[in-house]
């Protein structure tokens, strides 16, 4: 059981470059999520879905996209990479009905902005 | 003033050390109460979750949470070095059941 995936773990990209970032989860959550963890600001939300077609801003949306075609896939897209995006992301899912407390997270991608 | 505060450490404690870390947080209208664990390089793991006041237990830990002075608590017994790791507190109500609001974590060190 693979539980949260994420790939790529790390990158570097140049100022005003796109990339995307994957999320797959195999746990049928109806759930998912995605933050951005930065030192001394802690876990902060970007963007949600409560399920497939459904998605919705967190506490940081901007310079993010994001889309949910299947259950199973979440990705977070940059539309043009800024240096203060330097982070690292953390994809996680829940399933409906446990209140959204019990995330699994994924192990992370870690993103350089140059 | 941010919602959930947490004194981020490090905290270094020998080996059987009973640990206390603690949050406290702005919102009274916050019910539901949570600690993650996050090894380095990985993702946060739930470690406890309570509602509402009170105390529970899971082995070697107990969450404790104040309602009335808003004060959530994590102690672990007979601390081991696989303890060191990261311990976020994060909290909910059932208003924003969809976005939980986290601390910025207390770094725990476990030493020989």
């Known amino acids: 059981n693979a539980g949260v995936t994420q790939t790529p773990k790390f990158q570097v990209l140049k100022t005003g470059q796109s990339m995307t970032l994957q999320c797959a989860q195999d746990?049928?959550?109806?759930?998912m999520s995605w933050y951005r963890q930065d030192p001394g600001m802690g876990l902060r939300l970007i963007h949600y879905?409560?399920?497939?077609?459904?998605?919705d801003q967190g506490e940081v949306p901007n310079g993010y996209n994001v889309s949910r075609s299947t259950t199973e896939d979440f990705p977070l897209r940059l539309l043009s990479a800024a240096p203060s995006q330097t982070s690292v992301y953390f994809c996680?899912?829940?399933?409906?009905?446990?209140?959204?407390?019990?995330?699994?997270f994924g192990s992370g991608t870690q993103l350089s902005v140059l | 003033q941010k919602e959930v505060e947490q004194d981020p450490g490090p905290l270094s404690v020998p080996e059987g050390a009973i640990v206390s870390l603690n949050c406290t947080y702005s919102?009274?209208?916050?019910?539901?109460f949570m600690w993650y664990r996050q090894y380095s390089r990985k993702g946060p793991e739930l470690l406890m979750y309570?509602?509402?006041?009170g105390n529970k237990e899971d082995g070697r830990f107990t969450a404790q949470v104040d309602k009335s002075s808003k004060y959530i608590s994590l102690f672990i017994r007979d601390s081991q070095p696989s303890d060191s790791a990261t311990y976020l507190c994060?909290?909910?109500?059932?208003?924003?059941?969809?976005?939980?609001?986290f601390g910025t974590g207390t770094r725990l060190q476990v030493t020989l």
């Open positions: 996680a899912s829940s399933p409906v009905g446990s209140a959204n407390e019990k995330l699994f």
């Open positions: 746990m049928n959550h109806e759930y």
């Open positions: 879905s409560v399920g497939a077609g459904i998605t």
């Open positions: 919102n009274s209208a916050f019910q539901y």
């Open positions: 309570t509602y509402s006041s």
């Open positions: 994060a909290t909910f109500n059932t208003g924003t059941a969809s976005k939980l609001t």
